[in-house]
């Protein structure tokens, strides 16, 4: 069966929102480098389109995670499925993050970070969903503010299809 896009924000649309981010993280970063860890696969464009636009020295790790838990909400307990490949002791890590929405993955991820010794620790992400969150994540730089809408595209999947889409689409079944 296949699903109707709708798009929600265009190409252009997330393109100039990155260039921002990116201007304003080399500006807040200014002198220092930056460990931005890229949370597989979901932040996977995101992170490499954010990392061009950056202009102070980036590290680039990669972590994946899957919650446990059968629901399709995030349980919180959050497996390691690959690790990062550097220790973090007095790195500046940025977190970059496709979408912020119960805040629960986020929540343990930014705690493991600072527990493994990192300097300072902050949070990127491209999407928000506010009305859905349950723990008290805040990004430090966010790209959208969305309604609860099930989103897809620039590396988020609807059953591992859509990733590849050059915009952010809400799927209509
Ligand atoms: P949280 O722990 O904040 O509830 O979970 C965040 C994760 O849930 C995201 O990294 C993403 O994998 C998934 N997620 C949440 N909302 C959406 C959505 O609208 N579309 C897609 N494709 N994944 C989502």
Redesign the pocket.
Known sequence: MSEQIEVLLSEEEVDARIRQLGEQISKDYAGKDIYLIC?LK??SFFACELAKRITVPVFLDFMSVS?YGKSS??S?VVKIVKDLDEPLQGKHVLLV??????????DYLMKLMKDRGAEDVKLCALLD?PD?R?VD?RADYTGFPIPD????GYG???AQKYRNLPYIGIVKV
């Open positions: 949370i979901g932040a919650s909400e995030s919180g993050e496709d979408i912020v929405d119960t805040g629960r993955t986020l969903k859905r349950v994540v809408e099930f989103v897809v988020l999947d609807y």
